[in-house]
């Protein structure tokens, strides 16, 4: 091959950031161009693919298994391609940002995989996007740390046989990088964050034992899955290593996407790792593309939905037969609790619910599953090592007991509960302080006693939309109280003035709370929904 010609792409309207050259050198941005060049027409076309596939789910209120994929389906005799050793146990994986401290601390966590996330749990500031990979690649190169200045506390990382396996999730297709442009055309988030990191890392990751390894989000079709497969192909090529070093687990967290799971791992099966069944931009997913499908479609509070809703049962089961059918990893939800350090008895209660999740997962053989919290991988480490052993994994379990129907996987009315006032109030309270975190920059937040991210405020908003479109109604204080626009403000500013006296005047004034506070009305009442919260957002979003 050439060598291509140098890089025409523009940093636009960026501070410059300590160390960013290290990031942003130019044979790195010569890469990043040319991913642009070649994939992001395509990325476009699925785009509105979207859209259109949207407008017929309006029309019709179905989804079906693709009949013109059913040859794939039928077909046994694909598999994925074998897994590598160091994605062959991931019984438990912690998930978080790439701040140093996160870093270090997901790491040295004693889980066996580290979802390194560019996406939901971080606002994608340019800090953010550059100073995650610099965190990233002097991780791999050994010359991290950290001091806490509030605490004095210093981190460092353990050695390199106890540290975990980083999958590293980039952004989904739906966002572009605003600082990175070529021609005067901002370049997708998703190219940005794997065409630096691969470009940086694939062969200093080879000589270590490992991979460029990656989580692909908001997957909404076997097409994208095509898309990111030649990426793929092309990236190996350009830096030279072999075809099938990458390895990709994908995030099966659209309605859509449940449908072609198969069809996903057959377009990247040389270089898929598993399937991954979450349950935030999943319910998201639904209220989305179902929400003007009338009362059959209505989800209730969103606490409500567990992953023993027949409805999520026919998703996780179905997953879990299809990547043991073709030889891939299913990993399980996320575990979001974030530990009391001064309530004993909360944690208890919590640790409890923890385990039996996990117990759950492993029973319906789930090859690992998600935490959001170190404390809690010796919890879910203990659920399926009771039921692996010393087996890495347990793949060779087929589920052919699992029989799952179209209907089955948008049966949302088989659940036996109803959306309520409290479920209302909670959506506006966790959507404004998630809004306001993230206007930040903080994309993984703390709030009552969760670890939220920004699929978290997508299912609170989409919510309080379909409430009130869909004319909910709720028994408040002994009366009926009809879910609308006077009501949901009502609640937002009560949220508003309870704030101030939690945080204090100084922290309220130096925080974006009108601003998070107008943000969600707006995506919450508009009569256009927005396809995803954080794209007003990120306009909104400073650095």
Not at 250 to 262: H, N, R, S
Not at 386 to 412: F, H, M, T, W, Y
Not at 459 to 471: E, L
Request: with cysteine; aromatic share 8%; glycine share 6%.
């Amino acid at each position: 091959m050439s060598a291509p010609a140098p890089s025409p792409l523009a940093v636009v309207d960026a501070e410059p950031l300590p160390r960013q050259d290290e990031v942003l050198t130019e044979a790195a941005l010569t890469f990043v161009a040319e991913l642009h060049r070649r994939f992001t027409p395509r990325r476009d076309e699925l785009l509105a693919r979207r859209a259109e596939r949207r407008a017929e789910i309006a029309r019709t209120s179905s989804l079906d298994f693709l009949p013109e994929t059913a040859a794939i389906r039928e077909d046994d005799s694909w598999r994925v391609a074998p897994s590598p050793a160091a994605l062959d146990d991931r019984r438990v994986e912690i998930t978080g940002p790439t701040d140093r401290k996160m870093t270090i601390n997901a790491l040295n966590s004693g889980a066996r995989i580290w979802l390194a996330d560019f996406e939901d749990a971080s606002a994608p500031t340019w800090e953010n996007v550059i100073l995650g990979q610099l965190s990233l690649s002097d991780a791999y190169q050994r010359r991290i740390d950290f001091t806490d200045p509030r605490s004095g506390k210093s981190y460092a990382l353990k050695d390199a046989d106890e540290l975990a396996t980083v999958v590293m999730r980039p952004r989904g297709w739906h966002l572009a990088e605003r600082h990175l442009q070529l021609n005067g055309e901002q370049v997708p988030g998703a190219l940005v964050d794997f065409g630096l990191y691969f470009f940086h890392n694939a062969k200093r990751l080879i000589e270590l034992g490992k991979g460029p390894y990656f989580y692909l989000p908001k997957t909404e079709s076997h097409l994208e899955a095509r898309l990111w497969n030649d990426v793929f192909v092309f990236a190996q090529d350009y830096v030279g290593i072999p075809q099938g070093t990458v390895r990709a687990t994908v995030l099966i967290e659209t309605i859509t996407a449940a449908y072609e799971m198969e069809e996903i791992l057959y377009e990247l099966r040389d270089h898929a790792s598993g399937l991954n069944a979450g349950r935030w931009d999943y319910l998201f997913s639904i209220v989305k593309n179902f929400r003007d499908g009338g009362a059959k479609f209505v989800l209730p509070d969103r606490n409500a939905v567990t992953m023993t809703a027949p409805f999520m049962r026919a998703y996780t089961e179905l997953l879990v037969r299809t990547c043991h059918k073709r030889g891939a990893h299913a990993i399980g939800g996320m575990a979001a609790f974030i530990p009391s350090r001064h309530d004993a008895e909360v944690n208890k209660v919590a640790f409890e619910k923890v385990k039996a999740d996990k117990d759950r997962e492993a029973h319906d053989g789930f090859d690992g599953s998600w935490v959001a919290h170190p404390d809690l991988v010796p919890i879910a480490m203990a659920s399926f090592d009771a039921v692996l052993g010393d087996r890495p994994n347990q793949k060779d379990r087929l589920r052919e007991d699992v029989s799952v129907a179209a209907g089955d996987l948008i049966a949302i009315d088989s659940l036996d509960a109803r959306p309520t006032y409290e479920g209302l109030r909670n959506a506006v309270q966790v959507g404004i302080r998630y809004i306001e975190a993230w206007l930040r920059g903080m994309g993984a937040v703390a709030i009552f006693n969760l670890m939220e991210d920004a699929a978290t405020a997508e299912i609170s908003r989409s919510q309080i939309w379909q409430w009130i479109n869909a004319g909910v109604e709720f028994e408040h204080d002994g009366r009926t109280v009809r879910a609308t626009p006077e009501l949901a403000r009502g609640l937002a500013a009560d949220e508003l003035a309870a704030i101030r006296p939690e945080i204090g005047e100084e922290a309220f004034t130096a925080g974006r709370w009108q601003q998070a506070h107008d943000l969600l009305l707006t995506v919450a009442l508009d009569d256009d929904y927005a396809d995803f919260l954080t794209l007003p957002a990120y306009e909104q979003l400073r650095g």
